[in-house]
């Protein structure tokens, strides 16, 4: 069942490459929407008290003791859901618009799928390398050819970090920092499954490193293996240089399952394997790590509201969302980890109809600066409310599932520390200013001359409603995520919390 | 007079046997110009039957020869890996300037020659025998390199992998000559029981300056820092198909005797070594990997990502494990489908555009020839130990077996490694899909100076090697090479054994654990 | 069956909302009007059913709690999606949804020539769905739910006007800083949840006695939570500077949301938590100053700008600086009844005003307006009306309201006794400025447009100018043109101002001291549990402040008339005299100064710092320096790699010499 | 004799070709001195074949002359090969392969 998940997207793609080029985009729609149905499928077989569920274990690699081991559980279920979810507006909004070479640019893009859901579903700490591995490959070939060199156009507040961009320089700066992490958190992952070996056989299985347990010193150095992986990945400040580049350089609807998507994986990472495998170490930093994530959220909202590519605005605010979500990790209570987990999706969420709404604007005003735009709600009263959902959903307010996330990991984080909790809530009031500051040079103030204001055409709203849908029915309920996942989550940092007494 | 005549096992000499054959046919066929047009089909039944005796004694773990040669699973293992990129060769070499300028029967019975040292080597267990297979394998590789007579990089890459090459000899002689003083034996479980036996030899300075003698003459053939220096020139210089064969089936053959040497002989003297070993692999992966960086010359960046390569591979060697054997067998296996995968595409490439290997003769390929472009870039993304290829899977197995034997530092260093060689890796696959073709080039898409772009790669557009110009001239040229499936069909194969193997690699790690299991006897 | 009547009068302006949103092509503007006039009605209707209700309950047990679903629930932190029903909730829902009501109608009228009539009724129904979740909130997420929404609402219609700079300028200012607010209000819930378990209000007002003493630290630190939360949404200092922008808003929306209901939230939050608060008289008397403060700055500076709505807004500060004082020394009930008479009179000033300001051509500089008596003879009655209640002219609502709370603070004495006198400097400046007004506007010559309204029957159509800049704008911000309304001739807004004239007039019979006390006994059940629930001033007591307040009411409107109309040149000569006095109220204390001082600038060159500073040399400098000496390695490489045979050889001599050295080392 | 003498010598043969192979420039003296460097390796082959009483050091130097003759063919060859391409005859100038 759950191979099929992760394999189905990357099926629909080969497919892609044997159809005439016209029908492969559809093919990929079809698959992506497949590959949905299944994973609604799992949920609706889910047992929200049942642990690890769907087990697959084979043997992959007997020689080295690699299995192919996939499980879902609570903390991974609704990021598969979302990784299944955010992928079809993707896919359709390039559908809509067409691609050069789409053959590849959807094998590209479900391959990037696949690799996603497999980080999400794997259970063998290999395979959970391999596929962080391996998501990056895909990423790299679609910001790479289907990305373009930015220059430093329009740059009214003469912003540094606007400059010349190429995709070349952008997509090798990505892929060299992506794989500074995961190549040494390999080596931590072979080094966690031998030393918990301890001579014995040597097994990947999450569980069993787990369960056998690593020595405290070890645990020192393999904590940061792994937590360089996970922090470049998100981006976490001071480890988010490549994203401003590959940010810029990149396709949209591609950049939007990214930020979406692939930046969860980090903190996914952090829950399922370095608090259970590492507790004693995670324990040690968690100070340290607090220190990144509360000065991502600052970091990270300082920049969005200093920069005027709408890109690095939505990149930006994303660090500082990723610094809410780790520092809910590390708050070690379940508040706090679950309100992570809730902000996981909720994030993703809000960030795929937010670059796509960039695409948009971005084709009717023929730029991305937010400098000289304004007053596209003219003739889009739709696309513009749309777009405030967004926004609103984005800086997290009030009434929006995005607020429960925020408000749990900030109550989380008062456990820790009241100091913590009020540092990062500062990032709220930030945040505010910039998704708002973002609306409003977009949206509102005169229409410069040149933009058009147009009104979204009913395919593109096909792509943004849903999603906008999802968004507001998380609103109302956001109990339906917070119940299924809490037991599993609650047991991740248990662990954690067990060795800090 | 009776005489004590070592016996003959011919099922374990078969291999030598079928392609020493091979050898004379071709020596004979120069002769005869009819048959000498049918001189890569002999060459190719020459190394299938070889290839076949090989797989034949699978099984074997026999001492041949009195004692000189073994043929176990390290030597079927490693010496079919062998055989393999000769014949790879010999097909890239068809319509090569070289073989046709060097007569081709000639050209292919120095490249047999070559591979009958290889296989000797791979089985050597006596100094002599190593001594013999390592100059049967050098000095027709030194003859091979200088076969493209025209081209004046061809003849000096001869010249220069020659004297470098005999100094390599002569330092490995040498250090052979004071082990055998030190222990007095030649063979290899002899050296060891004689050091042993030895009072204090195992750190007798005559002894340890022999065995770091024996460490350079072998790590200039395998090109380990800081002996390298004869590889990135060589490897641009040589004919391409040559380069090809030298790339892997030296390796091949070099880690062969690495292990057997080290292991076996020296396998007492472990923890002398080992520390030099590692600094040396340490050095090879840092100077190979920066060395890359800004190269233009697709095979001189090979050349330099080798000596990182051979670095990666030795680490294999310093764990004195049967793991760290395995590792190392299952990463050269690796290698030699990531490396025959890009040496195939360049080949097709030079023939295409008037014999430049330069990076930006590669650009926009991706959008036009995606059969060539495919390969060379899962070979580049192999080589960088990407997932999903079979350079992932190396690389994670030799990073097992070091941190298994506590050298983690080492493994951190393959880490590093990696990442630095992405910068070079991934300029050959920007530069395939991610470029505009050369004629694109008067008309940047997005408006933007394309020098930029250019600069930012690192290719400098002025300085194009003249061989372009000259490109419609070229006797050799052949517009339709990627056409011909004798250039094609490595370059596929290859590409599909990095990416099945990166899928579902345990069959390579049966075959590399095959060879670790010979040397069970001597390591853990 | 209260609890329901309560979830209905949720429902409708919601469903209104969406309905006039979702058919903004389909319905034409009037139907979408009626419909966002029709769901306020009967969110009132439904509030009134639900007070019948809750009167028909013993008075002991008149507060009923109903959750419709769990909303979240993690790690203890258990949030239902519930509400509240208690006395207190039904009169601030009765005054919302009331005062809106009649708002509603007014502005079916007043907005009627603009192009978003759609877009503003959704807003404007979605803004009291969102005040009604606010009152009527079951635990403090929820009221930070409605907290938040209402700040958004009021953001939305701020910058109704999106096209104009101002307008989107003045809705980010005011959303900013309610969102800082509302991060007060997170940090009060958590330390609530953390301190007693849970965040609904009945659990927490029940155990919050049992867990803290008086004045322990947390209980402060919650309290002081709280009121920034309150400060920010009520525009109290030092949260106060957005509230004067916001009146780049339409007028409707200025009466409804900036003068009488969002605003009053802070007030509505501390008698809510009044347990809390007497637990923590400290923070109860930081409420009580900080509000005096206010009303005192914010008369001085409705003393002195001359642009209409913001003397109206700064009145507005300074009346809810009373209801703070009000609820601050626990006068809470005569906290709330102002509340109440000024939703009435504000809400009426602010629709004349509009009326007045549709009439000049969207000009609001008192300076320029002269002689609507004869023009507008309608809106200057509902004016004076106003002012007349605003300034606690003896006998009108204000005049009950506001005196109630003056004399509350002399009840308690002590150091309440300087407040006190504070407050009555206070009442004399709101009478003097309301009478500004009337004094500035009314009498006289006509001015061109008044004169122009008297000649032609219609508004004047002057060129479209924004009134904070005058800056030319496009007209389809929607502009008040010629076919606008105004108060004289439609029947809705007329409508709208004679019940809230009527209202203002005669709202103070609820609460004659001695004789009814209809709000007192009302809110009775809420506040029992109150320290100061029995506590009040005799009767008498209470009519001796009633004529202190009247006296200075009609003294202050004495000297309104003595420096308007008896003495015109007077007002210019103290300007010159005081000019720094004058300068520094003119220029709002440099309220907006100190914040941009204080927060925003230093917020901004932090931003500054880390864009171009940081990320330019720390992070990219890094990034390129790590690069840089990669390939500084590699171009060493390359240099050794001369080409040279004999270099080759001599690098292979020291490499053959180190590894001899290592062995012989090793071998000693 | 003490075996030293003729570990000595070998040694100092095999620094005599070193150091040739470092500062001649023509490769045919080249070529010399890397027969230089193989001698040393042979005499001490001999030296300690003598010393240790078994034969299989000089079967070993009896093959490194085969090798060192079959190198310097080679060797040769290319000399020639450069010599009719007009080539200059210098292992300085062997540097079109460099960087």
Not at chain 1, 344 to 361: C, R, T
Not at chain 1, 413 to 423: E, H, K, P, T
Not at chain 2, 201 to 223: N, P, R, Y
């Amino acid at each position: 069942m759950l191979s099929s998940i992760i394999w189905t997207p990357l099926l629909f793609g080969l497919i892609g490459l044997l159809v005439p080029k016209r029908f492969a985009a559809w093919v990929a729609v079809f698959g992506a929407v497949i590959t949905l149905g299944l994973s609604i499928g799992v949920l609706a077989g889910f047992d929200p008290d049942g642990g690890m569920q769907f087990v697959t274990d084979v043997n992959w690699i007997p020689g080295l003791g690699v299995d192919y081991s996939l499980g879902i559980d609570g903390v991974s279920i609704f990021l598969v859901l979302l990784t299944t979810v955010a992928w079809i507006p993707a896919i359709c909004f390039s559908a809509i618009r067409g691609t050069e070479r789409p053959a590849l640019y959807y094998l590209m893009l479900l391959a990037g799928e696949t690799s996603t859901l497999g980080a999400f579903l794997a259970q063998d700490l290999l395979l959970f390398v391999l596929f962080f591995d391996l998501m990056i490959v895909p990423f790299y070939f679609l910001f790479g050819i289907w990305g373009r060199d930015r220059g430093g156009e329009g740059d009214p507040e003469g912003s540094p970090g606007n400059g010349l961009v190429t995709v070349q320089s952008a997509t090798l700066k990505m892929i060299v920092f992506t794989l500074i992490g995961s190549l040494l958190m390999l080596v931590g992952a072979i080094a966690a499954a031998v030393i918990s070996a301890d001579g014995g056989t040597i097994t990947f299985s999450i569980q069993t490193i787990v369960a056998r347990g690593l020595p405290g010193g070890s645990q020192n150095w393999i904590f940061w293996f792994f937590a360089a992986a996970f922090l470049v990945k998100m981006p976490a400040f001071p480890l988010h240089g490549w994203m401003p580049d590959a940010y810029r350089a990149a396709p949209l609807p591609a950049l939007a399952v990214f930020s979406a998507v692939l930046s969860k994986v980090g903190a996914y990472g952090f829950l399922r394997v370095v608090l259970p495998m590492m507790p004693d170490a995670s324990d040690l930093f968690q100070t340290t790590i607090l220190v990144l994530a509360v000065g991502s959220i600052i970091y990270g909202s300082a920049m969005a509201f200093t920069k005027t590519d709408l890109r690095l605005v939505l990149g930006f605010s994303s660090v500082a969302q990723l610094g809410f979500i780790t520092a809910g990790i590390f708050a070690f209570n379940s508040s706090g980890a679950e309100g992570a987990v809730l902000q996981m999706v909720n994030h993703g969420l809000v960030v795929v109809p937010a670059f796509l709404i960039v695409a948009m604007i971005a084709e009717r005003t023929g730029s991305e600066e937010l400098g000289p735009m304004g007053g596209l709600a003219k003739k889009a009263p739709v696309f513009a409310a749309i777009f405030l959902i967004v926004t609103m959903a984005t800086l997290a307010i009030p009434a929006s599932a995005n607020f429960i996330g925020e408000f749990y990991i900030l109550n989380g984080l008062f456990q820790v520390d009241a100091a913590w909790a009020i540092i990062a809530s500062s990032g709220v009031a930030l945040a505010a200013f910039y998704a708002l500051r973002m609306y409003q040079l977009t949206m509102h103030n005169p229409l410069p001359d040149g933009a058009d204001s147009r009104e979204l055409s009913l395919r593109d709203a096909l792509v943004l409603i849903p999603m906008v849908a999802i968004v507001v029915v998380l609103a109302f309920c956001p109990q339906l995520i917070v119940h299924s996942s809490e037991q599993a989550v609650d047991s991740s940092v248990a662990v954690v919390r067990e060795v800090a007494k | 007079m009776s005489f004590d005549a070592p016996t003959m096992d011919y099922a374990g000499l078969s291999p030598i046997i079928a392609l020493t054959t091979g050898l004379v046919v071709l020596v004979l066929a120069a002769v005869f110009d009819r048959i000498k047009r049918f001189g890569p089909a002999l060459a190719l039944l020459a190394y299938a039957v070889t290839a076949g005796c090989l797989i034949w004694q699978w099984d074997a773990d026999v001492d041949l020869v009195s004692g000189a040669l073994r043929l176990d699973g390290l030597a079927v293992v490693l010496s079919l890996l062998a055989v393999v990129s000769a014949a790879v060769a010999v097909l890239l070499a068809i319509g090569d300037p070289s073989e046709t300028q060097a007569g081709r029967s000639d050209w292919l019975a120095l490249l047999t020659g070559s591979l009958l040292g290889m296989v000797i080597l791979t089985q050597a267990t006596s100094m002599l025998t190593f001594f013999v297979g390592l100059e049967l394998l050098s000095i027709p590789l030194y003859a091979l390199c200088g076969t493209n007579l025209r081209r004046r990089e061809s003849l000096e890459s001869g010249l220069k992998y020659l004297i470098v090459g005999s100094v390599g000899s002569a330092t490995l002689l040498y250090g052979l000559a004071m082990i055998y003083g030190a222990s007095g034996a030649t063979g290899f479980q002899e050296i060891a029981d004689g050091l042993q036996a030895g009072d204090g030899m195992l750190t007798d300075s005559l002894t340890l300056v022999g065995v770091g003698m024996v460490a350079v003459g072998l790590a200039f053939k395998i090109s380990i820092a800081p002996f390298h220096q004869w590889t990135p020139d060589v490897y641009q210089g040589a004919p391409t198909p040559v380069t090809a064969f030298m790339a892997v089936a030296t390796k091949a053959a070099g880690f062969a005797i690495f292990i057997r040497f080290f292991l076996v002989a020296l396998g007492p003297l472990v923890d002398q070594w080992d520390v030099m070993l590692a600094a040396l692999a340490a050095l090879s992966i840092v100077v190979g990997n920066v060395g890359a960086l800004a190269q233009t010359s697709l095979k001189r960046m090979l050349g330099y990502s080798g000596v990182a390569q051979a670095g990666y591979m030795l680490a294999g060697i310093v764990t004195a494990t049967q793991a760290g054997v395995d590792a190392l067998v299952f990463y050269l296996a690796a290698y030699v489908a990531m490396n025959v995968a890009a040496f195939a595409v360049v080949v097709i490439r030079e023939r295409q555009s008037g014999f430049s290997d330069d990076i930006s003769t590669l650009r926009g390929l991706g959008r036009e020839k995606p059969l060539l472009a495919w390969p060379l870039t899962i070979a580049m993304l192999a080589l960088a130990g990407l997932p999903p290829t079979a350079g992932f899977i190396g690389k994670l197995y030799l990073i097992q077996a070091l941190v298994d034997d506590d050298w983690t530092w080492l493994a951190v260093m393959i880490a590093i490694g990696t990442m630095i060689s992405l910068g070079y890796y991934l300029r050959v696959v920007a530069a395939l899909w991610m470029s505009p073709a050369e004629g694109d080039e008067a008309v940047p898409a997005d408006g933007t100076p394309s020098d930029a772009a250019a600069a930012a790669a690192g290719i400098d557009t002025a300085s194009l090697p003249p061989q372009i110009a000259g490109a419609q001239a070229d006797p050799f040229a052949d517009p339709q090479a990627d056409r011909r499936w004798y250039l094609l069909a490595p370059a596929i194969i290859a590409m599909a054994a990095a990416l099945f193997f990166g899928i579902i690699p345990q069959p390579l790690v049966d075959f590399a654990q095959h060879a670790g299991d010979a040397l069970s006897v001597w390591i853990s | 069956m209260t609890a329901t009547w309560a979830w209905l009068v949720l429902l409708f302006p919601l469903l209104g909302s969406l309905t006039i949103g979702l058919t903004f092509k389909a319905l034409p503007d009037r139907t979408a009007g009626l419909i966002g006039v029709a769901a306020i009605v009967a969110a009132f209707v439904c509030g009134v059913l639900a007070l019948i209700g809750l009167q028909g309950e013993p008075s002991e047990s008149r507060h009923v709690a109903s959750s419709l679903w769990e909303y979240a629930n993690v790690g203890g932190l258990k949030i239902d999606l519930g509400i509240y029903v208690d006395p207190l909730s039904i009169f601030m829902v009765l005054v919302v949804t009331g005062v809106s009501s009649l708002i509603h109608i007014y502005s079916y009228s007043y907005m009627k020539s603009d192009q978003g009539y759609h877009r503003f009724f959704s807003y404007l129904n979605f803004f009291v769905f969102s005040m009604l979740v606010l009152v009527l909130a079951g635990n403090f997420v929820m009221l930070i739910v409605g907290w938040a929404l209402v700040g958004f609402a009021s953001y939305a219609l701020i910058s109704y006007w999106y096209r104009r700079n101002t307008a989107t300028k003045a809705g980010m200012k005011a959303f900013v800083i309610n969102v800082i607010g509302d991060i007060g209000l997170y940090i009060a819930a958590i330390l609530i949840f953390k301190n007693l378990g849970s965040v609904d209000y009945g659990t927490v007002f029940e155990k919050a006695p049992e867990v803290f003493s008086t004045n322990q630290w947390e209980i402060v630190a919650i309290c002081l939570c709280l009121l920034v939360g309150a400060f920010a949404k009520s525009a109290q200092m030092p949260f106060h500077t957005w509230l004067a922008d916001a009146m780049e808003g339409p007028t409707p929306v200025s009466s409804l949301i900036h003068a009488a209901t969002m605003v009053t939230a802070g007030v509505y939050l501390i008698a809510r938590c009044h347990t809390l608060f007497e637990l923590a008289p400290t923070a109860a008397d930081v409420a009580a100053f900080v509000g005096l403060a206010t009303l005192l700055i914010a008369g001085t500076i409705a003393l002195a700008v001359t642009d209409l709505k913001r003397i109206i807004a700064y009145s507005t500060m300074s009346q809810i600086g009373y209801m703070f004082v009000g609820v601050g020394i626990g006068a809470y009930s005569a906290g709330m009844f102002h509340l109440m008479t000024h939703a009435f009179f504000k809400a009426l000033l602010f629709m004349a005003a509009g009326s007045i300001i549709s009439a000049m051509a969207n000009m609001q500089d008192i300076d320029k307006m002269k002689g609507f008596r004869k023009a507008m003879p309608f809106t200057a009655a509902t004016l004076i009306i106003g002012a007349l209640a605003l300034s606690g002219f003896p006998g009108m609502s204000g005049w009950f309201s506001k005196d109630e709370i003056i004399d509350f603070a002399h009840f308690r004495r002590g150091m309440y006794d300087w407040m006190w006198v504070g407050m009555l400097i206070g009442a004399l400046m709101t009478a003097i400025y309301s009478f500004r007004i009337i004094f500035r506007i009314l009498p006289g010559p006509a001015c061109e447009e008044a004169q122009y309204l008297i000649d032609k029957g219609h508004v004047i159509h002057g060129e479209p100018k924004n009134p904070a800049t005058n800056e030319v704008e496009d007209t389809e911000v929607g502009y008040p043109g010629e076919e606008h309304h105004i108060a004289e001739q439609a029947g809705g807004m007329k409508f709208a101002m004679a019940i809230l004239a009527f209202l203002s007039i005669v709202a103070g019979v609820l609460q004659i001291p001695g004789v009814d006390e209809v709000v007192t006994k009302f809110l009775e059940p809420t506040f029992e549990n109150s320290v100061f629930a029995h506590m009040h001033p005799s009767t008498g007591e209470a009519w001796l402040g009633l004529t202190e307040g009247g006296l200075i009411s009609i003294a202050g409107i004495a000297i309104a008339w003595l420096l308007y109309i008896k003495r015109p040149d007077l007002p210019g000569k103290f300007r010159q005299r005081f000019s720094a006095i004058h300068t520094l109220c003119v220029n709002k204390w440099y309220g907006d100064e100190l914040v941009d001082f204080l927060v925003t600038n230093p917020v901004k060159a932090v931003g500054r710092f880390c864009n171009r500073v940081f990320e330019r040399f720390a992070i990219d400098g890094a990034t390129a320096g790590v690069a840089g000496l990669t390939r500084s390695a590699g171009a060493a490489v390359r240099d050794i790699q001369s080409g040279m045979l004999r270099g080759y050889a001599l690098l292979m001599l020291f490499g053959i010499l180190a590894i001899a050295v290592y062995f012989l080392i090793r071998s000693l | 004799m003490d075996i030293e003498w003729y570990i000595v010598l070998s040694a100092l043969l095999f620094t005599v070709g070193f150091i040739g192979v470092l500062v001649r420039r023509n490769p045919v003296v080249v070529l010399l001195c890397l027969e230089l460097m193989l001698s040393a390796g042979a005499l001490s082959l001999l030296a300690f074949s003598r010393m240790l009483g078994n034969q299989d050091g000089q079967v070993f130097v009896l093959i490194v002359l085969v090798v060192a003759a079959c190198e310097v063919v080679v060797g040769l060859g290319l000399v020639v090969a450069m010599y009719r391409r007009r080539l200059p005859l210098d292992v300085d100038e062997m540097k079109e392969l460099k960087g």
